[in-house]
């Protein structure tokens, strides 16, 4: 039975709201959270950005579910020597209860320093030498490091948890999956592709954990949800690599009429029918998924986390569900 943990969106909520979701996803029997990396939010409508690891400190406070970010960069924007240091700092803090899930990027997010935004086969080099800094710098020892894309010098660090922080690699297409499966701790996907997982564990990844994760927008009115889905997180439902190509939040905005309300009501589970909430994670369990993480989209998070302590996770987690009585759709 897979993990099912909440997903935090740095992009469309603020600090404080993000460490009051950690506190509800926890009460309402979620096991973990992933927490987005963001400089920029997607669009205007998601509207926020706040800086992860001052985040990922008030959760450790703030709760006691281990926390994996989904995905950082450690390539352009940050060196990976500084990664290294903010997720080692992470995994004290939450007592060894943290993952650095890592990717590609984003020109949205990396290109802010003025640097050029280099070709994907360049950003998975990039990628590979800077997961080798990182775990270099997680044993404590002092780091010299000359590559081809990094340069570190008499680096040490000195606060590091017990154990090395593992390293999660995501992937959505053939050459980042094996990457991941030659270099990673675990693999971070977000479709329920069954046969991106099968790829991952045959090129390697064996029994190393899979992460996915989903949006939904609970709500009672399914035509109002769809359409907060489609203003709110319609981006990703972009084709081809814009995503990773474009360089702001107004050029995204540019092409939202490419994404229709069609689009958005079938790509994302809205409205307030139970077992289409939980066939959209099952269908996460069926393509062999070990952690699931879902994040309600819109301001209705109270409403969301009591749908699905009452009535979503106790069916995926394997538990009677909660008694019928509210008034939610069956």
């Known amino acids: 039975m897979p993990e099912y943990g909440y997903f935090l969106a740095t992009e ?22 992933w927490i987005s990396d963001h400089y920029h939010p997607w669009n205007a409508a998601q509207g926020q ?26 390539t352009v924007r940050t060196h990976p020597a500084v990664v290294a240091q903010a997720a080692a700092t992470s995994a004290v803090m939450t007592g060894g209860r943290f993952r650095l899930g890592v990717g590609t990027g984003e020109a949205l997010n990396e290109h802010i320093t003025g640097g050029p935004w280099p070709p994907v086969h360049v ?19 002092e780091v010299n490091h000359r590559g081809t894309h990094y340069t570190v010098e008499n680096a040490r660090l000195y606060t590091v948890p017990d154990e090395p922080v593992p390293i999660d690699v995501s992937g959505f297409g053939p050459k980042a999956t094996a990457l991941a499966a030659r270099i990673g701790d675990g693999f971070v996907t977000m479709s329920p592709d069954e046969t991106l997982v099968s790829h991952y564990r045959k090129g390697g990844g064996g029994g190393k954990p899979v992460s996915g994760g989903l949006k939904v927008c609970h709500g009672l009115d399914r035509e109002e949800a769809v359409r907060r889905a489609r203003d709110v997180w319609g981006s990703q439902l972009l084709p081809g690599e814009m995503g990773q190509i ?53 301001p209705d998070q109270r409403g969301f986390f009591d749908f699905y302590r009452t009535k979503v996770l106790p069916q995926v987690q394997g538990a009677p569900p909660a008694t019928p009585g509210d008034g939610t759709r069956r």
Do not use: K
């Open 12 to 33: 469309e909520f603020g600090p404080t709201d993000l460490v009051e979701q950690a506190r509800m996803a926890e009460q309402a029997g979620f096991e973990s959270l």
């Open 49 to 74: 950005s706040p800086f992860v690891w001052s985040v990922i400190g008030a959760l450790a406070e703030a709760v006691s579910l281990p926390v994996q970010t989904a995905v950082t960069c450690p």
């Open 123 to 141: 950003r998975l080099e990039m990628l590979e030498e800077a997961i080798q800094v990182m775990r270099n710098l997680f044993t404590g020892e």
């Open 246 to 298: 474009l360089p702001t939040p107004r050029h995204f905005e540019q092409l939202e009429p490419l994404v229709t309300e069609d689009a958005a009501a079938s790509s994302f589970t809205c409205g307030d029918d139970v077992d289409e909430h939980v066939a959209a994670l099952t269908a996460y369990t069926d393509a062999g998924f070990d952690r699931v993480y879902v994040g309600q989209i819109g």
